[in-house]
């Protein structure tokens, strides 16, 4: 059978559907269908949601987020990435410390990744050889003009970097503004009685918050994921932390912060997740899996592949909906509301920040 079928309309017309499965075909729910090759292959995926504009209010949250594998950047490596709706270099330096600016040179505007020159602790500019400190993207030198001042503005944005659990995380703040909370160390991935970790990551097209939300938002569980019912569930909040547990204990899922979370499944998985901002509507997630070697050798794979099973369902949930600042909400829902409320502290300031339906006093 082909993609397209013929169906006759009311008016007399022909127009086309996809069948049930097919790829571009509206998925069927109660439960959604797990199709994990929707996490690698966007052209999979259902876009039916056509409004103008952006479906979600947030700008990119101020935090912590991975923008890449250690193992991915050698001594003397220079990637070109985007995340936080900025154009970014990432290098190595020749002692092996890790680098982020903004990609273009502050003096005539060239890509620093596109044939940049890692030097002792700095990154040279193909354009005309300025040479950028590595530890805050000060110029400290021009290799022409009779060693004249350099201008006291000749610097590119440095962001604070720490490399942690096999991956570089990036600090992103609105306003420049030093980190309020660190990258958890996570003692599985380093433990010989767990499994080497497994890499899964994928992009969504949906906001970091609005994903978050999934994790208290414990109704859909049982009708997106087919559990047999609502899960019970402990909330708690402190600062920026935030942890969610039930299943008597075994599932319990940890928040640093927005967009960087632990989930730990007594006896199953520790996973590690980070949700980067690629722009306000576009997330590049990163979960890294580990399972206790008593499991067998495939354990973390045989993790990866339930979870990201999982998620796969949300896939077109999150490509169509639309962010409802009033949502009608009942008594059992209100931690959505405390999630957004929460989240409104990784937002540079009240006007950003101010969700409307979160309750005011």
Known sequence: M?????????????????????????????????????????????????????????????????????????????????????????????????????????????????????????????????????????????????????????????????????????WHHARDEAPFYEVPVVPELDDPEWLPPVLREFEVAVACEDMAENNVDYAHFQYVHGSDAIPETEFVVDGTYKRTVSGEGAFVREGFGLGLGLLRIAGFTTFLSSTTPIDEEHVHVRWLFTAPRANGPDGAEQAAEMLCGGVSQDIAIWENKVYRSQPVLTRSERPILEQRRWARQFYCDEEQADVPGDPRP
Not at 131 to 142: M, N, Q, S
């Open 2 to 170: 082909s993609d397209l079928e013929q169906v006759q309309g009311p008016s007399g017309g022909t127009f086309s559907v996809r069948q049930p499965g097919e790829p571009g075909a509206l998925p069927v729910g109660f439960p959604m269908a797990r199709d994990p090759e929707l996490l690698t292959d966007p052209a999979r995926r259902v876009r039916v949601t056509r409004r103008p504009g952006r479906r979600f209010p947030f700008p990119v949250p101020n935090g912590w987020f991975a923008v890449v594998e250690s193992a991915e950047l050698p001594v003397g490596g220079v990637l070109a990435l985007y995340y936080f709706a900025r154009d970014l270099v990432l290098f190595r330096d020749e002692s092996g410390g890790a680098h982020l600016f903004d990609a273009h040179c502050p003096h005539l505007g060239a890509h620093l990744a596109v044939g940049g020159r890692v030097e002792g602790g700095c990154l040279r500019c193909p354009f005309h050889g300025w040479l950028f400190e590595g530890d805050d993207g000060r110029c400290v030198e021009i290799p022409y003009g009779g060693g004249e001042r350099i201008p006291a503005k000749a610097r590119t944005r440095s962001y604070p970097v720490v490399e942690r659990n096999g991956l570089v995380w990036a």
